[in-house]
């Protein structure tokens, strides 16, 4: 006979989608969607008089996101 799966098992598979769910509703209200395309407008602007420091942002989010995956990698 085949186990039942645990809870937690199950929210780990449910949780995920549901919450890519729930942003993409919310960002997808008309005043919240104004927010972020005036954002947009002020970032590209920021980008296009910095874009060595945006290099540099970039370059720091990609630094760590190899550490986060280098630190979560099992032991062997």
Do not use: C, F, Y
């Not at 919450?19 to 947009?40: F, G, N, S």
């Not at 420091?53 to 990609?62: D, E, H, L, S």
Request: glycine residues 4%; without cysteine.
């Amino acid at each position: 006979m085949a186990e039942r799966p645990h809870v937690s098992d199950i929210l780990k598979q449910v949780v995920p989608p549901l919450t890519v769910w729930a942003i993409e509703a919310l960002l997808k209200r008309p005043k919240i969607q104004k927010a972020v395309d005036k954002i947009d407008r002020r970032a590209r602007k920021n980008v296009a008089k910095n874009r060595t420091m945006m290099v540099a942002g970039v370059a720091a989010i990609a630094a760590g996101i190899g550490l986060i995956a280098t630190a979560s990698s099992s032991k062997k």
